[in-house]
Nanobody
Framework: QVQLVESGGGLVQAGGSLRLSCAAS????????MAWFRQAPGKEREFVSF????????YYADSVKGRFTISRDNAKNTVYLQMNSLKPEDTAVYYC????????????????WGQGTQVTVSS
């Protein structure tokens, strides 16, 4: 089993920044990819970004490309999401996910999920 704990959410004005963290524990060696998803009220959960533990390959949704940066600290088993130039449409609950899969944006492919952290961007 793998446990994921997100932190760093909050309320920020449009144009501001936040950094989310996701600390992984347990059998992290069974995972290859860490990802961030988000879900706004009344909407489907959507992919934001992923990063691989080995090599640090990254991928971003078009909606966040150039504004968000995903990174990882293998020694701390922690993944970060630096969010800059935030927009009101970025408001959502952000979830961290982990899986043994490689290179996937599909939420169905991730085995482990955190509890989520709220990000609210005011206009």
């Amino acid at each position: 089993q793998v446990q994921l704990v997100e932190s760093g959410g909050g309320l920020v004005q449009a144009g501001g920044s936040l950094r989310l963290s996701c600390a992984a524990s347990g059998r992290t060696s069974s995972t290859n990819t860490m990802a961030w998803f988000r879900q706004a009220p009344g909407k489907e959960r959507e992919f934001v970004s992923f990063i691989t533990w080995r090599g640090g390959s990254t991928y971003y949704a078009d909606s966040v490309k150039g504004r968000f940066t995903i990174s990882r600290d293998n020694a701390k088993n922690t993944v970060y999401l630096q969010m800059n130039s935030l927009k009101p449409e970025d408001t959502a609950v952000y979830y961290c996910a982990a899986g043994s899969v490689m290179w996937t944006r599909s939420s169905d492919e991730y085995n482990y999920w955190g509890q989520g952290t709220q990000v609210t961007v005011s206009s």
